[in-house]
């Protein structure tokens, strides 16, 4: 069952919504009316890697093999004889103030 409570109704009342989640339900925040956030019970760590598997199936996402190219963060970052990105990145701050 979806419950839709306004900001100041759920900072109000935190701990009665919270059992209302921890039952299934879902609320619907909103600020002025408008929708801002959604508070759902937390899915076990199952469906979440379900969903990713079957948004990969669907070609959206490409799961990672879950380990980083060894020596990845040994590396040497590429140097930038010019400053060309430290000047535009200057530049920038400087049309900014």
Do not use: H, N, W, Y
């Amino acid at each position: 069952m979806r419950r839709t409570a306004a900001v100041a109704e759920l900072k109000a009342q935190l701990s009665r919504f919270l059992r209302r989640v921890k039952a299934g339900d879902e609320v619907l925040v909103t600020d002025r009316g408008v929708p801002v956030a959604r508070i759902v019970p937390v899915g076990s760590r199952t469906e979440a890697v379900e969903a990713l598997r079957d948004l990969e199936r669907q070609g959206l996402v490409k799961l990672g093999s879950g380990r980083l190219p060894a020596g990845l963060l040994r590396g040497r970052r590429p140097r930038d004889p010019s400053a060309s990105v430290r000047r535009a990145v200057s530049e920038d701050r400087d049309e900014s103030a």
